[in-house]
């Protein structure tokens, strides 16, 4: 099993910053992919970026490419998502999720471990 445990949600003024945190612990080791998603009240999840442990690929959605940057601190078993520029849209919970592989990435079914998930709003 792995745990996953999201911190660093607030509330934030429009063009603002916010930086989420995902601390993972248990057997970290089976996880390939760190994601995050989206989701806002009567909405699909969305996913938001993903990375690999091993190599740090990046990859992003392009509602937030260019404005946030996902990263990684092995040490720590954390992700973090660094959210620059936001907008209103932004608006939802984030959640943080762990993946065996990279197929489907961008897909909710291909993840096995999710986070409680910790709200951002943006003010407009």
């Known amino acids: 099993q792995v745990q996953l445990v999201e911190s660093g949600g607030g509330l934030v003024q429009a063009g603002g910053s916010l930086r989420l945190s995902c601390a993972a612990s248990?057997?970290?080791?089976?996880?390939?992919?760190m994601g995050w998603f989206r989701q806002a009240p009567g909405n699909e999840r969305e996913f938001v970026t993903a990375?690999?442990?091993?190599?740090?690929?990046?990859y992003y959605a392009d509602s937030v490419k260019g404005r946030f940057t996902i990263s990684r601190d092995n040490a720590k078993n954390t992700v973090y998502l660094q959210m620059n520029t936001l907008k209103h849209e932004d608006t939802d919970v984030y959640y943080c999720?762990?993946?065996?592989?990279?197929?489907?990435?961008?897909?909710?079914?291909?993840?096995?471990?999710w986070g409680q998930g910790t709200q951002v709003t943006v003010s407009s």
């Open positions: 990375l690999r442990w091993s190599g740090g690929s990046t």
């Open positions: 248990g057997r970290t080791y089976s996880t390939y992919v």
């Open positions: 999720a762990a993946a065996h592989s990279l197929i489907d990435y961008t897909y909710q079914k291909a993840y096995v471990y």
